[in-house]
């Protein structure tokens, strides 16, 4: 399905959560538009050379709009693969945004010539070809074009443009794992669409393009701590993404120096993002905690918005690494997890790596990509209704990755109660995401909320479990709560806390006894007291106290009111104590 536009106006269809735009109006390919014109494109140019290339590369090209800033400018993106009007199972889905901050220009600039690039190159070029044929690419050259056209060339360091028009960071406007709900920044309507698009389509890889230094910063860009800068935050996955930024910057003709900017000093031209700087509310661990997107911000100029002069050199500095970055979309391993008898693909089955606490989900095929640095792994695919099928995995150093399939056998039900699938820890961001899928199966009987925050800012989650009206408290209906880790390094009850919400959810109006519990009482899970705590604690840890305490090193069960001992002998309330004794 295309959108078609003509000269008297235009028509939108949907494909894949896309807007698709078409032109049929004849463009001819000026020396302003072609790709070897180094200049700088406002919103309508940028539009018509997109729309010139849809027209000249139609076989791999297809251009469409996620949505629309403030001002009504369209959220751009080009679709390019050997098969533009389908999903082919198999092939990964990349994307680059760019121009996030309007006067961050040479992101935009160097995207636009990097489309030109894939479609002058395609059938002539090998790798070229290879990448475009098994990957499903995405590129936005402009998720701030109102920004953009309040800036100004020669504006190194000065910050017009850098919001959108409603005087808003984009960067800074994306839910965030670290923050208390009453700090969570409202969605920009640039924010909203790229968070519909990150959560609709299974990226599996993402580069976002800034200015102002040269570098690429990976995961985490904030921390509970909020520290101004200084303080590693890494992720599940840290060994992976400082492969991913290397992978960019050891390609990139003068990144992986570290020091081209004044005040750089980054070791390879990589850092930790809230290493350098904090950056609460950023896209890139939006990606990581809210999908299987794996993104990192690449930083790449001195001058945010350069002179024109300059754009050349910008882009022969990008081009070989913002090949590289994509083909890195393959490596690990990827396959598809089938149904055994059927030989079906098992769409939404969850892919688990040991000792790694993030899972991806496979896609509608069931086809999955899982990103790993070199090495040994076990690996373990899960699906409701079906045995767990688990692999010893080696994942060779290279690009092309390694093939392993799940043929996963049915259960047999028999009347069996339905049982949890994955069998791990759960930090706070994986917790919050169990959580939050339980209400979405469950939607009419269940009920997630915060009754507080602890002292770092992490949510004290309940949730909620009734037949009837889940918030409300009605006549007659018994109350119960279960409380768990309220000692953070006490992890057992918090993850059969999470267990239980699985369980009740998959198994009401399935069997009697759970049925008749929810349709009668109003319960309530907690799976943490402590989630700070519990952030300091670590696998393995048999005798030692670290994590016991809240982050103000209070025992909270010894912080309550008692009988014998009033507050002035027991410490001071804690944030956590005192949400509970509320609730």
Same mark, same amino acid.
């Given at each position: 399905?295309?959108?078609?536009?003509?000269?008297?106006?235009?028509?939108?269809? #949907?494909?894949?959560?896309?807007? =698709?735009?078409?032109?049929?109006?004849?463009?001819?390919?000026?020396?302003?538009?072609?790709?070897?014109?180094?200049?700088?494109?406002?919103?309508?140019?940028?539009?018509?050379?997109?729309?010139?290339?849809?027209?000249?590369?139609?076989?791999?090209? #297809?251009?469409?709009?996620?949505?629309?800033?403030?001002?009504?400018?369209?959220?751009?993106?080009?679709?390019?693969?050997?098969?533009?009007? &389908?999903?082919?199972?198999?092939?990964?889905?990349?994307?680059?945004?760019?121009?996030?901050?309007?006067?961050?220009?040479?992101?935009?600039? /160097? =995207?636009?010539? +990097?489309?030109?690039?894939?479609?002058?190159?395609?059938?002539?070029?090998?790798?070229?070809?290879?990448?475009?044929?098994?990957? @499903?690419?995405? !590129?936005?050259?402009?998720?701030?074009?109102?920004?953009?056209?309040?800036? #100004?060339?020669?504006?190194?360091?000065?910050?017009?443009?850098?919001?959108?028009?409603?005087?808003?960071?984009?960067?800074?406007?994306?839910?965030?794992?670290?923050?208390?709900?009453? %700090?969570?920044?409202?969605?920009?309507?640039?924010?909203?669409?790229?968070?519909?698009? !990150?959560?609709?389509?299974?990226?599996?890889?993402?580069?976002?393009?800034?200015?102002?230094?040269?570098?690429?910063?990976?995961?985490?860009?904030?921390?509970?701590?909020?520290?101004?800068?200084?303080?590693?935050?890494?992720?599940?996955?840290?060994?992976?993404?400082?492969?991913?930024? $290397?992978?960019?910057?050891?390609?990139?003709?003068?990144?992986?120096?570290?020091? +081209?900017?004044?005040?750089?000093?980054?070791?390879?031209? !990589?850092?930790?993002?809230?290493?350098?700087? @904090?950056?609460?509310?950023?896209?890139?661990?939006?990606?990581?905690?809210?999908?299987?997107?794996?993104?990192?911000?690449?930083?790449?100029?001195?001058?945010?918005?350069?002179?024109?002069?300059?754009?050349?050199?910008?882009?022969?500095?990008?081009?070989?690494?913002?090949?590289?970055?994509?083909?890195? /979309?393959?490596?690990?391993?990827?396959?598809?997890?089938?149904?055994?008898?059927?030989?079906?693909?098992?769409?939404?089955?969850?892919?688990?790596?040991?000792?790694?606490?993030?899972?991806?989900?496979?896609? *509608?095929?069931?086809?999955?990509?899982?990103?790993?640095?070199?090495?040994?792994?076990?690996?373990?695919? $899960?699906? %409701?209704?079906?045995?767990?099928?688990?692999?010893?995995?080696?994942?060779?150093?290279?690009?092309?990755?390694?093939?392993?399939?799940?043929?996963?056998?049915?259960?047999?039900?028999?009347?069996?109660?339905? *049982?949890?699938?994955?069998?791990?820890?759960?930090? *706070?961001?994986? &917790?919050?995401?169990?959580?939050?899928?339980? /209400?979405?199966?469950?939607?009419?009987?269940? =009920?997630?909320?915060?009754?507080?925050?602890?002292?770092?800012?992490?949510?004290?989650?309940?949730?909620?479990?009734?037949?009837?009206?889940?918030?409300?408290?009605?006549?007659?209906?018994?109350?119960?709560?279960?409380?768990?880790? &309220?000692?953070?390094?006490?992890?057992?009850?918090?993850? &059969? +806390?999470?267990?239980?919400?699985?369980?009740?959810? @998959?198994?009401?109006?399935? @069997?009697?006894?759970?049925?008749?519990?929810?349709?009668?009482?109003?319960?309530?899970?907690?799976?943490?007291?402590?989630?700070?705590?519990?952030?300091?604690?670590?696998?393995?840890?048999?005798?030692?106290?670290?994590?016991? *305490?809240?982050?103000? #090193? /209070?025992?909270?069960?010894?912080?309550?009111?008692?009988?014998?001992?009033?507050?002035?002998?027991?410490?001071?309330?804690? %944030?956590?104590?005192?949400?509970?004794?509320?609730?």
């Amino acid at each position: 399905m295309l959108v078609l536009v003509t000269e008297m106006g235009k028509s939108s269809v #949907r494909f894949g959560g896309v807007r =698709l735009i078409w032109a049929v109006i004849a463009i001819t390919a000026s020396a302003e538009l072609c790709a070897g014109s180094f200049k700088h494109h406002n919103y309508r140019a940028m539009t018509a050379y997109m729309r010139h290339l849809a027209m000249e590369c139609r076989s791999i090209f #297809r251009l469409g709009s996620i949505g629309t800033s403030v001002e009504g400018r369209e959220l751009l993106v080009m679709r390019v693969t050997d098969h533009p009007d &389908m999903i082919e199972p198999g092939e990964p889905r990349f994307k680059y945004v760019g121009n996030m901050h309007g006067n961050e220009v040479v992101g935009r600039e /160097v =995207l636009l010539h +990097l489309l030109g690039h894939l479609c002058s190159q395609y059938g002539r070029n090998e790798t070229i070809t290879r990448l475009v044929d098994t990957t @499903d690419i995405r !590129i936005m050259p402009s998720m701030n074009p109102d920004g953009y056209e309040r800036t #100004r060339e020669h504006g190194c360091s000065e910050g017009h443009g850098r919001e959108n028009a409603n005087g808003v960071d984009l960067n800074r406007n994306f839910p965030d794992q670290f923050l208390a709900a009453a %700090k969570q920044p409202r969605p920009e309507p640039e924010t909203r669409a790229v968070m519909n698009w !990150i959560e609709e389509e299974p990226f599996v890889l993402s580069g976002n393009l800034h200015g102002g230094a040269v570098v690429a910063s990976y995961p985490f860009d904030d921390s509970s701590s909020h520290k101004p800068t200084g303080f590693y935050s890494g992720a599940a996955d840290n060994d992976m993404f400082k492969l991913l930024a $290397h992978t960019y910057a050891d390609h990139h003709r003068t990144m992986w120096r570290g020091n +081209l900017c004044h005040g750089d000093n980054f070791p390879g031209g !990589i850092t930790n993002g809230a290493h350098w700087y @904090d950056v609460p509310g950023g896209m890139e661990d939006y990606n990581y905690l809210h999908s299987n997107c794996f993104e990192v911000t690449m930083e790449l100029s001195c001058c945010k918005y350069p002179p024109a002069g300059r754009l050349e050199t910008e882009w022969l500095n990008n081009r070989e690494s913002l090949v590289a970055f994509m083909l890195a /979309v393959h490596r690990g391993v990827k396959g598809f997890v089938r149904d055994r008898l059927t030989k079906d693909g098992i769409g939404g089955a969850i892919v688990s790596v040991k000792r790694i606490h993030h899972d991806v989900t496979a896609a *509608q095929f069931g086809d999955y990509w899982r990103l790993l640095s070199p090495g040994h792994y076990y690996v373990t695919a $899960h699906a %409701k209704g079906y045995e767990s099928q688990s692999k010893l995995v080696d994942v060779p150093n290279c690009t092309d990755g390694v093939v392993v399939d799940f043929s996963l056998r049915p259960l047999a039900t028999g009347g069996k109660l339905e *049982q949890p699938l994955v069998y791990r820890h759960h930090d *706070q961001a994986e &917790m919050r995401k169990v959580l939050e899928s339980v /209400v979405r199966r469950c939607p009419r009987i269940t =009920l997630l909320h915060s009754i507080g925050t602890s002292v770092e800012g992490r949510h004290l989650w309940v949730l909620e479990f009734v037949a009837t009206a889940p918030g409300e408290h009605r006549p007659g209906v018994p109350e119960f709560k279960y409380i768990a880790n &309220m000692h953070g390094n006490e992890v057992v009850g918090r993850e &059969m +806390l999470l267990l239980l919400a699985e369980y009740l959810c @998959d198994n009401y109006g399935r @069997d009697e006894r759970v049925t008749r519990l929810i349709n009668t009482t109003r319960i309530h899970l907690m799976p943490t007291m402590n989630p700070d705590g519990y952030a300091r604690s670590h696998e393995g840890d048999l005798h030692s106290s670290r994590g016991r *305490q809240n982050a103000h #090193r /209070v025992d909270l069960n010894r912080n309550f009111p008692d009988h014998f001992h009033p507050y002035q002998t027991r410490g001071r309330p804690q %944030k956590e104590t005192v949400a509970v004794e509320r609730w």
